[in-house]
């Protein structure tokens, strides 16, 4: 699988009102990048309009993947909820996308995901009987299964504690390493953990900050990645 | 257990209390007839009971199934289409300004005096509620849920059907226990304008002969009937479509 990185060159508005600044804005493929902010500077919406579901968003520009071929069908998307249906089983949760398009589920493929996210023994289980970290490990297993090039993550683990959000910081790192990843996020030492570049948008544009040597994910107690945390908190602060 | 002896407590109260008007105010029997006595009539008169329960309780019960069908089908396409939103819905709201009782006399001249006008009366008492209840449930499908789906690559169709409709099924349930127990005053009140069969008819037919012991006894049986219907509408809900609901530790 090849990732492509993306290329945004655009703008977005509801009607008159100005939601995201005109931007030129590389995504580096088969990396991951960081996109931290301030509340209501665009983040998510901009992440809505690449997967064009950004419905009354009028988008003055383009969003483009670095291939030249199109998007549609080569993105997948992961939010701070874990959006399982509470009335399937985690397995045909997994297996939705398939479902979605009427087409048979590898059900093999979904056994094996759940088996690497460490969620074999409670396939058959609906998500209520889940905890947060566990739903949202499902979530990501429902991701990987979708198998896409392009992973857009909008603050995933900002709902779980410390310690969870750790394991599955790890874990999603792990798995989605080769795609082409933009995470929104709020938590500078997240940004620091995992990201290969990292951009702040501003209601000005965007400027990119240089993320923490090492690989990702680095250890949380990484002394470049924890001055990178101090240093972007003093950034945010700054704005 | 428990709740099984409650409702036995509760029903010896109301009895007791029934008797207790009639021992206090000497009220004669063609007005307020005893419980006791009416426990003899419904014994004495089982067979003309139960043949005009049957009547109602089938205007009932298919009036029931088609107005959820009906109200079902409706909610789908309103949530589907909104151009159907725009032109039906107003219609649906004037509708409800209609007393559906106004109704009846001119029901009775359509769908003739047997049991079609009884379950068309019974069917448009309970079409707005659950079609409403659905609606809205249909029309609240989390956004995430809708946006993840398109990103998955779903028509709008494969949408509705393996999200939409399982998510909102808890609020046809909703619709459906309310049907439950408008349905039958949906067909009394079809069987009091104009009818030859039916608990209501029978009842109107032992007021006017002053057979108040009758009326009471059919009323009782129109009463259960409506409680255990409900109950059972509410039992086969929990069994089947509010298991789509949001359970603890949900979202």
């Known amino acids: ?239 | 257990m428990k709740t099984a002896l409650t409702a036995l407590a509760s029903t010896a109260l109301a009895l007791a209390l029934w008797q207790a008007v009639i021992w206090i105010t000497g009220v004669p029997n063609f007005i307020l007839p005893s419980p006791l006595r009416v426990l003899e009539t419904m014994i004495e008169s089982r067979a003309l009971l139960a043949t005009h329960f049957m009547t109602t309780a089938s205007e009932i019960l298919i009036g029931l199934a088609l107005g959820a069908l009906l109200g079902g089908l409706t909610a789908i396409g309103l949530a589907a289409s909104p151009i159907a939103r725009q032109l039906v819905r107003p219609m649906l709201v004037f509708s409800q300004a209609v007393p559906v009782f106004a109704l009846a006399p001119i029901l009775t001249l359509w769908f003739g005096y047997g049991m079609g006008s009884k379950i068309v009366m019974a069917l448009l008492i309970i079409y707005f509620p659950i079609t409403s209840a659905f609606f809205d449930a249909l029309m609240r499908t989390p956004q995430g849920w809708i946006d993840m789906a398109r990103v998955m690559g779903a028509s709008n169709a494969r949408i509705m059907r393996v999200i939409r409709i399982p998510a909102a099924l808890p609020g046809l349930a909703s619709g459906l226990r309310l049907g439950a127990v408008y349905a039958p005053i949906g067909a009394i009140i079809g069987e009091w304008v104009g009818a030859s069969k039916g608990l209501g008819y029978l009842m109107l037919l032992a007021n006017g002969r002053a057979k108040t012991d009758l009326m009471f006894a059919a009323l009782i049986v129109l009463a259960v009937f409506t409680v255990l219907l409900h109950a059972a509408v509410d039992r086969a809900c929990r069994a089947t479509l509010d298991r789509t609901r949001e359970g603890p530790g949900g979202v």
């Open chain 1, 1 to 239: 699988m090849s990732a492509p990185g993306l290329h945004i060159r655009a703008s977005a508005r509801i009607g008159e009102t100005q939601v995201l600044a005109p931007l030129d804005l590389r995504v580096a493929g088969a990396a991951w990048t960081c996109l931290l902010g301030a509340s209501g500077v665009g983040k998510s919406t901009l992440l809505r309009l690449i997967a064009e579901v950004a419905d009354g968003v009028t988008l003055d520009g383009s969003i483009t993947a670095t291939d030249a071929a199109p998007l549609k069908g080569r993105i997948a998307m992961m939010a701070q909820s874990d959006l399982l249906m509470p009335w399937l089983t985690i397995t045909q949760n997994v297996t939705l996308g398939a479902r979605l398009r009427g087409t048979a589920p590898d059900l093999p493929r979904a056994e094996a995901l759940l088996e690497q996210v460490g969620l074999a023994d409670h396939a058959s289980k609906r998500p209520e009987a889940l905890s947060g970290g566990q739903r949202q490990r499902a979530a990501l297993a429902r991701t990987l299964m979708e198998d896409r090039p392009v992973v857009l993550l909008d603050e995933p683990f900002s709902a779980l504690d410390a310690r969870t959000r750790a394991q599955v910081q790890d874990l999603t790192a792990e798995f989605l390493r080769g795609r082409t990843v933009l995470m929104v996020t709020h938590d500078p030492a997240e940004a620091a953990r995992l990201a290969d570049h990292i951009t702040i948008l501003t209601e000005g544009g965007h400027s990119d900050w240089p993320a923490p040597s090492g690989t990702a994910p680095r250890a949380v107690d990484d002394p470049a990645m924890l001055h990178t945390t101090g240093a972007l908190l003093a950034r945010l602060r700054a704005a």
